[in-house]
């Protein structure tokens, strides 16, 4: 059996952790993830020569909370900025 122990897969106390359930369809596209890094990458961090670390994570948090997530047209929001979107979800839900 290798290196784990018969009891290695035993629940620990009573029972299982529970975990909720969750469909494919709930996990975000990886086609999403890729498109943020390389954007991230192109628009900031090619662009850039950081002294520190703490510098780099300053302008990335920037980068990421200041533009990425509300201004920029996102394909999964129809073409339309986080601001503009969550706008019109809450006018429509008036």
């Given at each position: ?7 290695a ?67 999964t929001?129809?073409?339309r ?14």
């Amino acid at each position: 059996m290798g290196f784990v122990s018969s009891g290695a897969l035993e629940p620990v106390g009573s029972r299982w952790p529970e975990f909720p359930e969750r469909r494919w369809s709930e996990f975000p596209e990886p086609a999403v993830a890729e498109s943020f890094f390389a954007t991230l990458e192109w628009e900031l961090i090619m662009q850039r020569d950081w002294q520190t670390r703490a510098e780099a994570r300053r302008d990335i948090f920037e980068f990421i909370e200041g533009w990425y997530n509300r201004e920029r047209r996102h394909s999964t929001l129809g073409y339309r900025s986080p601001i503009t979107y969550e706008r019109e979800v809450i006018h429509a839900a008036a």
